[in-house]
């Protein structure tokens, strides 16, 4: 369950029957031309269309976005958390030990404990007969040759100690002798934990990119931690644009229900992020630029406006800001007018709410503060090309800012042929049946059925596959501890925030009805092995037929 929701590598293969195989990770392409960003404009006509262009393909988008902020993720400063505090957090810096493990020889069992071949004297004395040495004690007087005192698990074995006898293995006859049994015959140094055994002073337990784990938490503390140097997680603010979103009720009057604004910001956090507010915009021009300038965020989602139609102002805000764009469409389904851009540094004096965030921050870790890059990762308006644009474009670029390592490549073989674009790359969501992906019919770009069922998305080359072909499958970051485990802090920024606006509501039902079955960011095949039976149920329609997408040449913005 601990596994990667935060980044972790996912375990190799086992080779078992019912675990997919890892293959791999492919070579990052060559790095991206620099873009020189177009001079500001103070009033761009809507109508403005970018230059025609091709769209940046998928695999090179991905590795764009994971080095978009490799530079600012290297400088920026750990937080010191307390072990109380650290849980999903990423480790900032490797963890080694700052005492041996054990500190002393300990008894590993309740017996008693023996200084050369028995039979072996007992105390005379009733308090060490009945009690003898036990665990938080200090050491214990030397052991003479020939004897044996009682001794708990976890005590400090006295010296002159050679072995340590189970008390099922020994019987004293009340004459003051302990005899072994003949079945057990006692061996030098049995039952008998070493100094060091588990890691001397100085060894590396952990390396930096590691996810906090209750396990990794017990191992800081057995280790002499009351702290942690954790990466600070990037604060994201997500701008949901759009004159016809419904926050409440059925949709009506040609106006639909708000599906990412409760979806968007978990999923965030599932990545990672601290998500400082979701906040929706109306299509008017001025306001989406000035949203996006006075954000202290050091990444902005927006969702919708990315195409060039006449409400769509995401380009003309970042021609106006004058960022540079790093991806500027990709060539994927759903999901093609995403967008990935460089944003300026923000004003000194921006706003109250970013003077506010700082001074939080410097609370947190105390000292020079340094800024990662500001960057914004514009989504589609449709909710699976949102999905899409999150898998491609935000995950990697908030795994740079988290210092979480590329998940391995998860191939799995298709349970039935899907078809593909005849140029992009396809998303897909699938579930897992025994050892297959199972594509779910319901995977247009408007839809969510598909997706909220989904264990993965897999990625359909261009022209589709076969039944049987292995794709790469996009794991989905679903973790109890990212969509459950919030913060002291942001639970009260919510709470305070539902006094102004209807976000907090919308996220706590979105944090509540969050899959908590998964792994802390990403589940084994073993695990999808497992969860393939209980899930055949919902598959027996499922197939790449009769989804109602369209994704012909002419598919229309998605």
């Given amino acids: 369950m601990w596994r990667q929701f935060l980044g972790n590598s996912t375990p190799e293969g086992t080779g078992s029957k019912n675990t997919r195989s890892r293959a791999p990770a492919p070579q990052a392409p060559a790095p991206y031309p620099k873009r020189t960003p177009a001079a500001p404009t103070s009033h761009p006509h809507p109508l403005m269309d970018k230059p025609h262009h091709s769209p940046t393909s998928w695999p090179d988008a991905r590795a764009i976005a994971a080095r978009a902020a490799v530079k600012e993720a290297a400088h920026a400063a750990p937080v010191m958390r307390p072990l109380s505090e650290a849980l999903g957090q990423v480790l900032a810096a490797p963890l080694a030990a700052l005492t041996d493990l054990p500190p002393f020889d300990t008894s590993a069992m309740d017996g008693w404990a023996l200084a050369g071949p028995g039979p072996w004297r007992l105390p005379t004395d009733d308090r060490d007969q009945d ?3 036990l665990a938080g004690h200090g050491e214990a007087a030397a052991l003479p040759d020939g004897h044996a005192v009682r001794i708990a698990t976890g005590a400090r074995v006295p010296p002159g100690a050679t072995a340590v006898l ?14 072994a049994s003949a079945a057990h015959p006692v061996v030098l140094g049995q039952d008998i934990r070493t100094r060091g055994q588990e890691c001397r002073s100085g060894d590396q337990l952990l390396p930096a990119g590691t996810l906090v784990t209750p396990a990794v938490l017990g191992l800081a503390a057995a ?13 994201v ?8 979103l419904l926050t409440e009720g059925l949709p009506q009057d040609g106006r639909i229900r708000d599906a990412l604004g409760p979806m968007v910001g978990p999923w965030l956090r599932a990545l990672g992020a601290e998500v400082m507010s979701t906040r929706r915009l109306a299509d008017e021009a001025d306001a989406v630029c000035a949203a996006v300038a006075e954000s202290s965020a050091d990444v902005v989602v927006t969702t919708g406006g990315t195409a060039a139609g006449p409400v769509d102002h995401v380009h003309p805000t970042l021609r106006r800001l ?3 764009l790093l991806v500027d469409g990709v060539a994927v389904r759903p999901g093609h007018p995403m967008l990935l851009a460089r944003l300026a540094p923000a004003s000194s004096a921006s706003s109250a709410s970013s003077a506010s965030s700082e001074k939080s921050e410097k609370a947190e870790n105390p000292g020079p503060q340094t800024r990662p890059a500001r960057h914004l990762v514009g989504l589609p308006g449709n909710p699976l090309a949102a999905v899409s644009g999150l898998l491609t474009l935000a995950e990697p670029l908030l795994r740079t800012l988290t210092g979480r390592p590329a998940p391995a490549p998860g191939p799995a073989p298709l349970a039935e042929a899907v078809q593909g674009h005849p140029r992009d ?3 897909v969501p699938v579930t897992f049946r025994q050892d297959a992906a199972v594509p779910l019919r319901f995977n247009g770009p408007a839809m ?3 997706i909220a069922v989904a264990d993965g998305l897999a990625v359909i080359p261009p022209g589709g596959a076969k039944r049987g072909t292995e794709v790469e499958v996009l794991d989905l970051p679903w973790s109890a501890i990212a969509t459950e485990q919030l913060s002291y802090a942001d639970q009260s920024r919510y709470a305070d925030q539902s006094r102004h606006t209807d976000q907090a509501r919308h996220a706590d039902q979105a944090r509540h009805t969050g899959r908590a079955s998964r792994g802390t960011d990403q589940a084994s095949p073993t695990d999808r092995a497992r969860r393939a039976p209980q899930a055949s149920h919902r598959t027996d329609k499922a197939a790449g037929h009769g989804d109602g997408e369209d994704i012909s040449p002419e598919e229309g913005p998605a």
């Fill in 166 to 179: 189970r008390s099922e293995y020994g019987t004293d006859a009340g004459d003051g002798w302990l005899h």
């Fill in 131 to 133: 009690h003898g040495i």
């Fill in 425 to 427: 790359t396809r998303l």
């Fill in 237 to 244: 603010e997500v701008l949901v644009l759009g004159d016809e």
């Fill in 223 to 235: 280790a002499g931690y009351d702290e942690l140097p954790t990466v600070r997680r990037p604060r």
């Fill in 322 to 324: 004058g960022a540079e």
């Fill in 448 to 450: 969510l059925r598909g």
